[in-house]
């Protein structure tokens, strides 16, 4: 018997008692269970990398010559107007389970600013207002959640009010999800009445907004670029004018920003093209000996890093509507508690589960002409994903104040290193903001400085 038909009968058996679970097993896609289990467990191929591949060329941050310089200049100006015209929307991916963090809540919700804690859909929302404002435009926000924490995460900005931006100028949907199975390939489940479900990963982001309708909402408004990002960098710039304009001018299908590894072995994705595409080789699956290959002049070649940051076109995000067009499944070996057929519940010790994930980089080798644009890790880079250490919240509120700090000298003042900024998004959602702006009204040399319409409160 094949394990498709192996898992229906046991789960007959085992939802006979159980209309919760029975519904569930009915409502189950056995074909999608089926190719996650071919790719992820009976035909598994040690990292599959491509045959030949070189490091993926990018745009610099800073333009390196004339040429470059004029079409940065005429790419900034061609996003600006897109932004202005209406062409782009946000898209936090938000569906995660932030199991490092181990945060009790959606991860958004997460108080993550140095000064005023502001949540981190709250910085969000303060940006893209900001932006509304000075494009005098409405950018409309997708918030994709999982079907775990969707509730929650909507009651959160119903009790903030949407933070302003308008209920019905942002759209909240969860994504898909998969059953859990053990190393042969048997269902799992997390209760009498429950399969162990978790979320299919954020690549299941673009099939989710189809299903939504969001895409259709995106093309009622006029939507054509959708810029993508995750739900746990407060950091990121949710709407580049550059990054749009270059992305649109080049006719790219999807692009990327890319930062500069702190070493061949950071974990990042590492862009690689093949031919005239891109894709994403996992750090844990770039070969050693490519990891730490170096130029002439002494970087390192595979140097070009993923922070997850993409701009895709709407209609590239259409072409999965039809399902012909699939991203791969990938095999996360994690440890999932669970109730065995007499009933007994196990909590291992060690991972005895496969859960299916897809990646949204795996679209990448799908679009044509993608771009990648740098990015400055100080300006751009600074997730939570960790309790404490690398990409923890201590680090990333010091590097958010480590970036208003820069932002307040480049716009020509001075401020005590040891000074703890913050600066609000909705006020100056980017340092171009800050440049020419009267600073005068704050006190630069207090040890705590907030910059923003609500002046300094806190002090
Ligand atoms: P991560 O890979 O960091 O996973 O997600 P995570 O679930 O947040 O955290 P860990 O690994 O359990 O500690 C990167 C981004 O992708 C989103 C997350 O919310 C985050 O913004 N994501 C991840 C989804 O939206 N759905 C998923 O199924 C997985």
Redesign the pocket.
């Known amino acids: 018997m094949d394990i498709i038909e192996k898992n229906k009968t046991r789960m007959a058996h085992l939802s006979e008692n159980s209309a919760e679970l029975s519904k569930q097993i009915e409502a189950l896609d056995w074909n999608e269970l089926k190719s996650a289990l071919n790719e992820c467990i009976f035909q598994k191929e040690e990292a599959s990398l491509p045959a030949e591949y070189d490091p993926a060329s990018y745009f610099p941050l800073a333009p390196e010559n004339a040429e470059q310089k004029t079409l940065y200049d005429k790419a900034f100006k061609h996003g600006e107007v897109l932004i202005r015209n209406g062409k782009t929307a946000a898209f936090t991916?938000?569906?995660?389970?932030?199991?490092?963090?181990g945060y009790d809540g959606p991860?958004g919700t997460l108080p993550v600013s140095p000064i005023k804690k502001k949540p981190l859909f709250q910085l969000f929302a303060e940006q893209i207002l900001g932006i509304s404002k000075k494009y005098e435009v409405t950018i409309p926000w997708y918030i994709?959640c999982?079907p775990l924490n969707l509730k929650a995460t909507t009651a959160h900005f119903e009790e903030k009010n949407f933070y302003g931006l308008g209920k019905e100028n942002i759209k909240f949907f969860a994504?898909g999800v998969m059953p859990a199975t053990d190393f042969e390939g048997n269902l799992l489940r997390a209760s009498q009445d429950s399969l162990a479900l978790s979320?299919?990963?954020?690549g299941?982001?673009l099939k989710a907004l189809i299903d939504s309708g969001s895409v259709a909402d995106m093309a009622k408004r006029g939507i054509e670029h959708v810029s993508y990002f995750?739900?746990?960098n407060p950091l990121v710039s949710t709407i580049n004018p550059l990054f749009i304009g270059l992305h649109d001018l080049q006719q790219s299908d999807m692009s990327s920003r890319s930062l500069t590894k702190t070493g061949p072995f950071e974990k990042l994705g590492n862009f690689v093209s093949i031919g005239d595409r891109i894709t994403i080789i996992e750090y844990s699956d770039l070969p050693e000996e490519k990891a730490l290959e170096k130029e002439d002049d002494g970087r390192i070649k595979y140097r070009a890093g993923s922070p997850?940051i993409h701009i895709l076109r709407r209609d590239f995000i259409e072409q999965f509507a039809s399902g012909e067009i699939k991203l791969p499944y990938h095999r996360a070996e994690k440890k999932v508690s669970y109730i065995d057929d007499n009933g007994n519940l196990i909590n291992p010790d060690e991972p005895n589960a496969v859960k299916f994930?897809t990646f949204v980089f795996d679209a990448l080798p799908l679009a044509k002409n993608p771009l990648i644009l740098e990015a400055d890790r100080l300006e751009e880079f600074s997730p939570v994903?960790n309790k404490t250490g690398i990409d923890s919240l201590e680090s990333s509120r010091s590097d958010q104040s480590k970036r208003a700090r820069r932002w307040i000298e480049k716009a020509g003042y001075t401020v005590n290193e040891e000074s703890t900024v913050e600066i609000s998004p909705r006020t100056f959602p980017s340092t171009h903001d800050l440049q020419g702006a009267d600073l005068q009204q704050y006190d630069l040399d207090s040890k705590i400085i907030y910059l923003g319409d609500e002046k300094r409160t806190d002090q």
């Open positions: 991916v938000a569906g995660g389970q932030g199991t490092r963090l991860k994709m999982s994504q979320p299919n990963g954020h299941g982001s995750q739900v746990d997850a994930e994903k």
